[in-house]
Structure formats: structure tokens, C-alpha cells
């Protein structure tokens, strides 16, 4: 079976950082876009961040360009996302998601889910 399963999520300061990792296990990881979201209470859930098979392209929501950096080690079978300058509007659940070639930051063509974890950033 695959599982996606997020950690690093937690409580940091207004200008913090935080390193978010999602191990996958049950799929060939190097033949899946790798993705996170993310979803505030009250709000749809917001695409943060893609990486390539190989890891060598990128893509980003304008919010988090030059703020947030995604990559992913298809030796460990894991993605991470570095999240720097945390604001309190970064607060909210963040997802792994792992979807075919052209995915791209469309929630819809994602397959597989991780359970979330938690993200929140005091003033």
C-alpha cells in the first residue's frame, strides 16, 4: 500500500524556520511528480510547491517564491519542503502528494495523500 507520512510540522516564531520531510513507501518514487499543499481552516487547499522526477525542475506558488524551497532525495524516497521567514500566514496543515508527469500544482491530478502536518507560526 503507499503512504505518504509528513513530519517536522510544529509551532515556530514569526521569522522562523521549518523543515517539513514526507517519506513514501508502496510506489516507485522517482516515477512521480512530488507536490506539497497546504490548507488553512476556513480556506480551499492552496498548492505550495512541485518537484520533478529527477528533482531538477521546480515550481512554486507566488506566495512562497523565494521563501520556501522544495527538493527530494529519490535515494530516501523522501520529499522535503524548507520553509524560511515563516509568517503567521504561512499557518496551516501541509500536505505530501504524489501525482503523475504533469500534475503540475493541480490538487485534482495528485493520486496519493499524506495524513498532514501541522505547520503554526506565533507573532
Known amino acids: 500500500q503507499v503512504q505518504l507520512v509528513e513530519s517536522g510540522g510544529g509551532l515556530v516564531q514569526a521569522g522562523g524556520s521549518l523543515r517539513l520531510s514526507c517519506a513514501a513507501s508502496?510506489?516507485?518514487?522517482?516515477?512521480?511528480?512530488m507536490a506539497w499543499f497546504r490548507q488553512a481552516p476556513g480556506k480551499e487547499r492552496e498548492f505550495v510547491a512541485a518537484?520533478?522526477?529527477?528533482?531538477?525542475?521546480?515550481n512554486y506558488a507566488d506566495s512562497v517564491k523565494g521563501q520556501f524551497t522544495i527538493s527530494r532525495d529519490n535515494a530516501k524516497n523522501t520529499v522535503y519542503l524548507q520553509m524560511n521567514s515563516l509568517k503567521p500566514e504561512d499557518t496551516a496543515v501541509y500536505y505530501c502528494?504524489?501525482?503523475?508527469?504533469?500534475?503540475?500544482?493541480?490538487?485534482?491530478?495528485?493520486?496519493?495523500w499524506g495524513q498532514g502536518t501541522q505547520v503554526t507560526v506565533s507573532s
Open positions: 518537484i520533478s522526477l529527477s528533482g531538477t525542475g521546480t
Open positions: 502528494a504524489a501525482g503523475r508527469i504533469g500534475s503540475g500544482g493541480y490538487s485534482r491530478l495528485y493520486g496519493y
Open positions: 508502496g510506489l516507485t518514487f522517482s516515477n512521480y511528480v
